[in-house]
């Protein structure tokens, strides 16, 4: 029996590329915030997991049985940006580095193809592992043998799911779930759900009439507008259902037996994580990988432990950006070094400071958080004109040193903030 995990390629990418600054770039200018966090995600969960065999799943760029079925398919999804497009063929290059095969196929989504594989694994008898950021695959969960590790936010948040997991987070069971998820409808991919039917009722009707079929059949029993926007609904409800269900027999170029586990070409390791500057990356993959990256994976390991990776902690509410700048506003924190990324000179895109330099830890905190009163404030107790100096020295304020302080200035200005005068 096999460990097998199963990882969806754009929704990790497109989660590490939100979850770190767009700043990240070598010192050539190659944007990277992307590929080093979808690098630091994979070489965790092979730490942590062990598997014996790592496929990874990409959607095509062409549309999909779905959009032929339901024309405004995921039709109010922004594209996606520039910046992570251009990175997306990187991990790709990671991925042929080290010998992780990958699949797509015409006419599908990611989801897809890992259910294919998902289900035959299921059938060999392997324990199989799906790592992704969309709820679609909750379906796929079957004990013993197959399970969801979700990816809550960020690049380190993730929580795994089993069949209780699954009942325990929405209401459910994993083989009721489409029911559920049509009635709830999704608004990412633009598939409206039944008016005042949240998540609860959703389960509450399906647990409590079998499914659609007994939910439609026994519209005279519930309350008068319930039944009203059901009846309204029915339609709809059936094509979510339709377009939600995952193919679990998509005809792909190579069935499991064949996607196995490669060779590690460890000098092409080496040279693309010496051009992505992941100095840090190779030494922990190193230690998960140990020979087979070759006699100079000892050397990396050891720059490595010299060479803090970043640890990025994203801010996700007002309430912690204003409790972790007011942190680096106290005395004893002084020496706080901050950036803040300012595309084009337009307003703050995004702000973010050492917690800890020594070991690496970032806090960050997106732009449109920094347009709270409170965060904002709490900004000014940090670098604003009126901030106060350290009790019983005499200052006013702590020194503030900036390279190309000027530029700051109109920005935080622009978020209620009057920077001091830095003394470079």
Request: glycine share 10%; no cysteine; net charge negative.
């Amino acid at each position: 029996m096999a460990k097998v995990m199963l990882i969806d390629g754009n929704s990790l990418a497109y989660r590490a590329f939100f979850a770190l600054p767009t700043d990240m770039a070598t010192a050539s200018g190659q944007i990277t915030n992307a590929v080093f966090g979808f690098t630091s995600m994979l070489i965790n969960l092979w730490r942590d997991h062990g598997p014996d065999q790592i496929i990874v799943a990409f959607d095509r760029p062409e549309p999909t049985f779905r959009h032929t079925k339901v024309p405004t398919y995921k039709g109010t999804r922004d594209a996606a940006p520039d910046i992570l497009r251009q990175q997306m063929g990187l991990v790709r290059e990671v991925l042929d580095a080290l010998a992780l095969p990958m699949v797509d196929a015409a006419g599908f989504e990611a989801d897809d193809v890992i259910a294919t594989l998902a289900t035959a694994g299921r059938d060999r008898g392997d324990d199989v592992i799906v790592v992704t950021g969309d709820r679609d695959t909750y379906q796929l969960v079957e004990d013993p043998h197959v399970k969801v590790l979700y990816n809550m936010r960020g690049v380190s948040d993730y929580k795994l799911y089993d069949e209780a997991g699954i009942l325990e987070r929405t209401g459910v069971s994993p083989a009721d779930y489409v029911h559920y998820a049509a009635l709830r409808g999704d608004a990412s991919d633009n598939l409206p759900g039944v008016p005042g039917v949240g998540e609860k009722t959703a389960a509450k009707l399906v647990n409590d009439r079998g499914g659609l079929d007994g939910i439609f059949a026994s519209l005279d029993e519930l309350s008068p507008k319930l039944r009203e926007n059901l009846a309204a609904t029915e339609a709809q409800v059936r094509t979510n259902a339709e377009v939600m269900v995952l193919v679990r027999d998509v005809p792909l170029h190579a069935g499991l037996d064949e996607l196995a586990l490669g060779q590690v070409d460890a000098e092409a390791v080496r040279k693309l994580f010496d051009f992505l500057e992941f100095r840090s990356l190779h030494g922990r993959l190193a230690d998960v990988l140990g020979d087979a990256l070759g006699a100079d994976a000892s050397d990396g390991a050891e720059l490595a432990a010299r060479t803090p990776e970043p640890v990025v902690s994203v801010l996700a509410t007002a309430a912690q950006a204003v409790e972790a700048l007011r942190a680096a506003a106290a005395p004893e924190a002084a020496g706080t070094r901050l950036a803040l990324a300012t595309p084009a000179g337009g307003l703050a895109a995004g702000l973010a400071w050492a917690v800890d330099p020594d070991a690496g830890r970032v806090a960050f905190v997106a732009g449109e958080l920094l347009d709270d009163h409170e965060v904002s404030e709490a900004l000014a107790g940090l670098v604003g004109a009126g901030a106060g100096g350290q009790p019983g020295t005499g200052e006013r304020h702590r020194p503030l040193a900036a390279h190309d302080g000027k530029s700051l200035m109109r920005p935080l200005l622009d978020r209620g903030v009057e920077m001091r005068d830095p003394l470079i």
